[in-house]
């Protein structure tokens, strides 16, 4: 079932549990060689999260990568 504009309306402005959750997944996704350049939404959600209050940014590595 699609969101509709208002419910999207509503959860804009505040942080959730998902959030927190996936953008570890997410973040990370380049190691995996996954390119997340075509994906705007996706970096300026990324962006948002990263500016939460206490946000830790995660260690880059290219174990991945190399792999």
Not at 1 to 10: D, E, G
Not at 58 to 65: D, E, G, P, S, Y
Request: hydrophobic letters at 35%; glycine letters at 2%; one cysteine or more.
């Amino acid at each position: 079932m699609p969101c509709s504009r208002s419910s999207t309306r509503n959860l804009q402005g505040r942080e959730w549990i998902a959030d927190i959750a996936l953008y570890s997944y997410i973040s990370s996704a380049p190691e995996d060689n996954v390119d997340l350049s075509g994906y705007r939404h996706v970096n300026a959600w990324l962006r948002r999260v990263e500016t939460l209050p206490r946000f830790l940014e995660f260690r880059k590595t290219r174990i991945r990568l190399a792999a």
